[in-house]
């Protein structure tokens, strides 16, 4: 059971919080950042160059299952503990995620991982690294290393978590949930190429459209206000009240909707339903035959 000795103020932290609880032994800051292959950025040589103060480097390529052709498919119970083993994270730490996309991106998958193999005291940095920066807080260079610590092979939850036969159980009308597709509108509708090869065009029959970079605030990189966010998800035709299913290019920003509707309870603006669970194979498994 994990301990009950501190707690995060919710799914999402500020950079003045963090800056006040930084130093307290049972926190962890993981810079988690990933981006886009069209981005072409390094987050490795990012993260050397400036991180938050005490940050580790969280490599979601790492996390992910190395023998499954499909990109950032979850990875086997043992080889994410493994990976909190190396990285100093005890099963009781509180964790918080930030990445540099400015959206949320990559830190919002780690939360998920987290939330996943059950370690709920896990959170994201509003803004991220941009936050961080704006508000002048202390930053260092070079690599972090904790030291290594134990961490029990976790139980992970199913509910989090659809595969390829489930998604199609929902398209049958086997199974009553929405589906949600987090990419851009230009590839929902197909009217552009996959960034990776080989895939279709077009989205999964049945699925609302919330691209995952319009839940942020573009000015600040922050996460919208908890009743904008509800609006959003409703006018897309969603009902927040029942079971949504998220899928993206390969699993990793449509997160930030399961995350956006947690923002959107902690809040407690109105009724929500159960947590949102994400499409792991997405567009990049969907996409390779046409169905």
Not at 106 to 125: D, M, Q, T
Not at 176 to 199: H, I, M, N, T, Y
Not at 235 to 258: K, N
Request: glycine letters at 10%; aromatic letters at 8%.
């Amino acid at each position: 059971m994990e301990s009950t000795k501190a707690s995060l103020p919710g799914p999402l932290v500020t950079a003045m919080w963090l800056s006040i609880h930084l130093d307290e032994p049972d926190l962890v800051v993981l810079d988690t950042s990933w981006y886009l292959p069209a981005a072409g950025r390094d987050p490795d040589e990012e993260y050397r160059r400036a991180h938050i103060k005490g940050a580790v480097r969280f490599d979601l390529d790492a996390a992910s299952d190395a023998q499954n052709p499909l990109p950032h498919m979850v990875p086997t119970a043992e080889r994410f503990a493994g990976l909190c083993e190396r990285l100093g994270i005890r099963r009781d730490d509180r964790i918080v995620c930030y990445d540099g996309s400015g959206v949320n991106l990559s830190a919002a998958r780690a939360w998920w991982l987290f939330r996943y193999f059950g370690h709920e005291r896990v959170a994201v940095l509003d803004g991220g690294f941009g936050a961080w920066a704006r508000e002048t807080r202390p930053v260092q260079i070079g690599v972090v290393r904790r030291y290594p610590t134990g961490y029990h092979i976790p139980t992970p939850n199913p509910a989090l978590i659809r595969d390829l036969a489930g998604i199609e159980r929902i398209v049958a009308g086997d199974e009553a949930a929405q589906l949600v597709d987090c990419r851009s509108g230009e590839r929902f509708r197909g009217e552009v190429d996959e960034p990776r090869a080989g895939l279709a065009r077009g989205h999964i029959p049945g699925s609302a459209n919330v691209p995952f970079n319009t839940l942020t605030d573009p000015e600040t990189g922050c996460f919208r206000k908890p009743a904008e966010l509800a609006a959003m998800i409703r006018e897309s035709g969603l009902d927040i009240t029942r079971p949504i299913v998220a899928s993206c290019g390969s699993g990793v920003t449509a997160c930030t909707l399961a995350l956006a509707v947690e923002v959107v309870r902690a809040a407690s603006i109105g009724p929500v339903g159960p947590p949102v669970a994400i499409y792991d194979g997405s567009w990049s498994e969907w996409g390779q035959t046409a169905r």
